[in-house]
């Protein structure tokens, strides 16, 4: 796998990664609710439901760490495959329905990732 492909894989991953920390452990305080632009009162009401959305977050990231570090490159590339056009999917539906922004901040990466997965 090139380095330039493990760059852009690691990105999408820790950018999960980040977002699953704000949204299990920030969403209702000042930078998570800057963040997602919420009002507190809903912030409050909501954040068990975005700290089970973090949670998958977290499984995304994790799935790309396995297939980046899996000891069969082949599988290895499957597995990133998968997770990627799951955190496409993800960007897509999140664009249309949540905030348009998340294709790009979301969307762009991940694809960028699985560009460089399947052609490098």
Known sequence: ???ITLCLVGL???EHIY???IEMFYWNKPYGRRMFGLKEGFANESKVLAANQGLYN???AVGLFWGMF???EAFGTQIQTF???CVLVAAIYGGLSAKKSIIITQGLP???AMLSVILL
């Open 83 to 85: 997770f990627l056009g």
């Open 110 to 112: 991940a694809l960028l």
């Open 58 to 60: 977290g499984f995304l």
């Open 1 to 3: 796998m090139s380095i």
């Open 19 to 21: 977002i699953l920390i």
């Open 70 to 72: 899996h000891p069969n």
């Open 12 to 14: 999408v991953a820790v």
